[in-house]
């Protein structure tokens, strides 16, 4: 029962500081109408619009970025542990790191990673 009690506790005080930390980030805020609606907050004048056009390599480049960096995120573990580890999970890293190297070539084939 007394875990319960703590575990009731846990949620009512998190919950509590989370409407308290809205509260008062609302309350301590700055307003000002010429802030509000500018795009920017740095102090400038504004001199053109804010929508511009990124070009697609940008894109691309970025999100082969984070599936490598995922990539690397996930052969951590294997890394740390692989003195340990049992037939069935070298064979499933592997087959991971197949896919990956798969998944470079493609990029390569598209030239997705080629800076033009």
Known sequence: ???LFFLLM???LATAFAIASVIAAYVVSYRSDD???SPYECGMKLFG???IQFNIKFINFAIMFLIFDVE???LFP???N???LRLYVLIEVILFLILMLFTLFYAF???ILRWQ
Do not use: Q, T, Y
């Open 49 to 51: 619009g804010a929508k």
């Open 82 to 84: 692989f003195l340990s």
């Open 109 to 111: 084939m598209k030239n």
């Open 10 to 12: 846990f949620i009512v």
């Open 72 to 74: 690397a995120i996930l």
């Open 1 to 3: 029962m007394s875990e």
């Open 35 to 37: 802030v509000e609606h």
């Open 78 to 80: 294997f890394a740390v």
